[in-house]
């Protein structure tokens, strides 16, 4: 975190399918592109990709929720995060 707090958590992907994220995916990168958000979930479908979503916690008590895609042949990927005081984060490894 930009305060130096580290978080470690847990990750999970569909792999070969998709997946109807939340807000915090639209609230990061909006309705353009290849996103469109419907009520309180926004569905993506990339070929040769994975949805996946990753909570993790941090030392001083902070949290994290992120949803992302990860492209399944070069093993790299984007998306958003949302923590637990508000803050939205993109995200790309």
Do not use: W
Request: aromatic letters at 12%; glycine letters at 22%.
């Amino acid at each position: 975190m930009p305060d130096g707090e580290v978080l470690k958590g847990e990750y999970s992907l569909v792999r070969g399918g998709s997946i109807g994220f939340g807000n915090i995916y639209g609230s990061v990168y909006g309705t353009g592109g290849s996103a469109s958000i419907s009520g309180s979930s926004t569905s993506y479908a990339i070929p040769g990709g994975s949805p996946g979503m990753a909570s993790a916690f941090g030392t001083k008590g902070t949290s994290i929720q992120c949803e992302f895609y990860n492209d399944n042949f070069s093993g790299h990927g984007y998306g958003a995060c949302k923590s637990s005081n508000g803050a939205l984060y993109r995200i790309q490894y």
